[in-house]
């Protein structure tokens, strides 16, 4: 579903992800950590077609971001981090303007609208105006407009933020759930253990490297140690600061 | 993999309901929550048309009735002139407005991640911006053509036609300024700081050559009674040729309101074709380029600067040394926000310029034999001119302060500084630069066209009431009338609070000019008039405390309203 080949992109002087190579196929469920200013984002955002690579190619779904990205992104929903609603619209008009955006057929559009309000448990504030909408609120309502055309790559940087403990439960439990009816989760977060728990693989970026990709067992056996995830990333990223010290002398 | 494309939506339909549906819920919450915010917006802006109108009416009145020579001519130049004012302003009012909503949006990040097309996404971030920044537009515009007509008598299909006039017009400068917004993200140089610098110099160059030529060919104009206005008109030939859309607009009004229809059918046409030829030409554009200008935006990146205090925070740190220690803080961190933002200052320094090269061409003339009546108008237009910039400079830059603190409120709202310390902070701040910018020009220009002691200080007195009653004015009010949910300061001083700002600073204006100085240029005028045999009556001073009176009011009621209004407010 994801090919990213080569891909370098610059922010002006600065190398904001280099040389990235990474293939996540449909049904997986991908977890991308990084400290901050990794790249993570960066990575993201060029998977949705906001930003473009300086070198190499990314591609959704076998088309071209770049070169076919309307296609690309009609297979994509990304939940950014901060979310976006339009204030002076409901929940159930914005839901309805995501569906139309991506062309559902209305009786699907309609059956898959209260499908989302019911998994999200939207019902009680959904026809009010999103502007009176608390972060969790908000943040129910942008993940219920992501499933509502049913996408076949959901990206999510920092899902968990603002929800409280019970969504976070039944976000977890949905994601798996996505992930088994071959929709692919791109998911990016600081939160060690939702990814251990979650991720069919990790990856790890620092400093726009990827300095490791796999599975729990292969992180494992990439760091040498056993241990959970945490212990992992911290030595995979502390041993890449050490190689790299000599180079910026 | 992928070869099954999705299916298509009709976006420019869904974008159509989209901002229907966001209208009628915002007009909704607007009765049911709103109902007096929205009717004073409307009050305000009858009010402002009214105003127009009236000031229009007596003006186009006493054209027709002193039976002044070439009286047509002058209208249509005056029209020339008032059309391209508007296009030039719409050009960079739509710029900056587009500029926002398409790269720095998170709407514009949402709908570029979305199956939107960049063409359609444009059509609707132009629509929004052509009509914000056009409303002033036709709340001018229209009051002075209805003046117009009713005191020329214009058959009734002038009126009809007025609005279709005034709605064409509109998208020609708004297209190009989308265009050359798009074109000018996508394609700048690297080395933006140059680029800027040089475009900004080129600017700036031609617009005091033009200047120049006006001054000289007004001197003429004036030293020989109007004889060679000609040169004068003909310093603006190029708005008056048959290429440029104001003319377009002056010569199909005129045909209207002559009874030509014909006439003022065809430079209608002209006006909507163009438009829509260069609204199709700014979409086509956007469609190439706008992805890629926004990702080549993201990827400018940043060159490291390190930022560190300056003397000139010391400076102001000093100017304000009446202030506790923590409002002091608060204030060098509100003026240095200000000093790191070109935008806000070079607006500043670009007027000043141009004044004081003004008054120093006209210091060149008075020594060739000008009248002191035209020393007294210069200097009078100088101090309304300043006044207006220093309201219209206050609304854009302080009254958005406290609205722009709105989402991190709880920063300073956890500080041990009281709100209303902070607030004293920013008047202070506000009062401390206006002071010194508009005390500055006014004494410089006045000293250059050498202006009676009397005048000078008059001059200097009513500008200190100025500086402290508008500032006061836009602090106050900006804690009055906050609008935290927006983080774009021009949609903040567009927006209901700045309006009633920007009015109730324009009325202070007029109140304490009229006033406080009027009757003396008046008298010194009526003197020079009469070879200088006129008593000048000490009543023309009689003004002057009233005007302070109001400065008082001006400083105090809004500072006191915006005070406990911070206190009482919720975070």
Redesign the interface.
């Known amino acids: 579903m994801i090919d990213i080949r080569n891909v370098t992109k610059l922010y002006g002087p600065k190398v904001a992800v280099q040389d990235l190579t990474l293939h996540v196929p449909a049904g997986e469920l991908f977890a991308f950590l990084g400290p901050n200013g990794a790249g993570k984002t960066t990575t993201i955002k060029m998977l949705c077609g906001l930003l473009f690579p300086t070198t190499g190619s990314v591609s959704v779904g076998g088309f071209d971001v770049r070169a076919q990205g309307d296609h690309a992104r009609a297979l994509v929903s990304y939940v950014p981090d901060q979310p976006f609603l339009y204030e002076k619209l409901t929940g159930r008009e914005f839901l309805q303007f995501t569906a139309d955006l991506y062309a559902m057929p209305p009786a699907r559009a309609g059956a898959k609208i209260e499908e989302v309000i019911e998994l999200f448990h939207l019902d009680e504030f959904v026809d009010d105006l999103t502007e009176c909408y608390s972060h969790g609120m908000r943040q129910r309502t942008v993940f219920a407009a992501a499933l509502v055309h049913e996408p076949k790559l959901l990206i999510a940087d920092e899902p968990t933020v603002g929800l409280d403990p019970k969504s976070i439960r039944e976000l977890k439990t949905l994601l798996r759930k996505l992930a088994g009816e071959g929709v692919t989760i791109f998911l990016s977060t600081h939160t060690l253990d939702i990814a251990q728990e979650l991720a069919d693989r990790i990856g790890i970026l620092d400093r726009g490297r990827l300095l490791g990709c796999g599975t729990m067992t292969d992180l494992r056996k990439q760091a040498n140690r056993d241990g959970n995830l945490e212990d992992l990333f911290m030595q995979i990223t502390e041993e890449a600061a050490v190689e790299a010290a000599p180079a910026t002398v | ?3 099954e ?5 009709d ?1 420019g339909a ?1 974008f159509r ?2 901002r229907w ?2 209208f009628r ?2 007009l909704r ?1 607007a009765l049911q929550n709103g109902r007096v915010r929205l009717f004073t917006m409307l009050g305000t802006s009858a009010f402002v048309a009214a105003f127009t109108f009236a000031v229009s009416l007596y003006l186009f009145n006493e054209l027709a009735a002193n039976k002044i020579p070439f009286k047509g001519a002058i209208v249509e130049a005056l029209f020339d002139l008032l059309f391209f004012t508007l296009g030039t302003m719409l050009i960079f009012s739509t710029g900056i407005i587009l500029y926002a909503s398409l790269f720095t949006s ?2 514009a ?2 709908l ?6 960049a063409d359609h996404i444009f059509a609707t971030k132009f629509q929004a911006a052509v009509a914000f920044s056009s409303w002033g537009f036709v709340i001018l515009g229209v009051p002075i053509f209805v003046g117009y007509g009713l005191i020329s008598g214009v058959p009734w299909y002038f009126y009809a036609l007025l609005p279709l006039y005034l709605l064409g017009y509109v998208l020609l400068p708004g297209s190009v300024s989308a265009a050359g917004c798009l074109l000018l993200v996508r394609y700048m140089p ?1 080395n933006r700081r140059q680029f800027f610098l040089l475009v900004g110099l080129a600017v700036t160059a031609g617009t005091l050559f033009w200047g120049y030529r006006i001054a000289v060919s007004f001197k003429n104009s004036v030293a020989t009674n109007g004889r060679e206005l000609e040169d004068l008109i003909g310093q603006f030939a190029l708005l008056r040729s048959g290429a440029a859309p104001s003319h377009w607009m002056t010569r199909g009004v005129m045909a209207a309101a002559r009874g030509d229809l014909a006439g003022a059918l065809v430079p209608l046409a002209q006006v909507w074709s163009n438009g829509l030829l260069l609204f199709l030409v700014a979409a086509w554009v956007a469609k190439r380029v706008y ?2 200008a ?2 080549r935006l ?6 490291k600067k390190v930022y560190g205090t300056s003397p000139l925070d010391r400076l102001m740190g000093s100017l304000v040394w009446y202030l506790d220690r923590r409002t002091r803080v608060l204030v060098i961190k509100d003026f240095r926000t200000f000093r790191r933002d070109p935008t806000q200052w070079v607006v500043l320094a670009l007027f000043g310029g141009l004044m004081l090269f003004g008054a120093s061409n006209f210091r060149q003339y008075y020594a060739a034999d000008l009248g002191i009546m035209d020393k007294h108008a210069i200097s009078l237009t100088n101090l309304s001119g300043t006044a207006i910039l220093l309201c219209a400079g206050l609304s854009r830059f302080v009254f958005p302060l406290i609205s722009l603190e709105g989402r991190k409120f709880w920063i300073l709202g956890l500080t041990p500084v009281s709100r209303d310390q902070i607030l004293r902070g920013k008047f202070a701040f506000a009062a401390t630069g206006s002071l010194l910018i508009s005390e500055g020009l006014i004494l410089v220009s006045d000293a250059l066209l050498v202006v009676p002691w009397q005048g000078l200080l008059l001059h200097a007195v009513t500008v200190a009431v100025i500086a402290l009653g508008l500032s006061a004015l836009n602090v106050g009010l900006g804690a009055y009338l906050p609008n935290f ?1 927006e983080t774009d300061p021009s949609k903040i001083v567009v927006g209901f609070g700045g309006t009633v700002n920007m009015v109730v600073g324009l009325a202070f204006l007029v109140a304490v000019i009229g006033t406080m100085v009027v009757p003396f240029h008046v008298a010194q005028l009526a003197k020079g008039a009469t070879g200088g045999a006129a008593h000048v009556n000490p009543w023309v001073y009689a003004g002057v405390p009233v005007g302070l009176v109001i400065g008082v009011l001006a400083v105090v009621l809004p500072l006191r309203a915006g005070a406990k209004s911070l206190r009482d407010m919720e975070f």
Request: hydrophobic fraction near 40%.
């Open positions: 993999m992928g070869a494309r999705p299916a298509v939506a976006q869904l309901r989209l549906r966001m819920n915002g919450v998170p709407e990040r949402f570029l991640c979305s199956p939107a097309r690297r992805r890629t926004y990702d993201s990827a400018f990146g940043r060159a949910r």
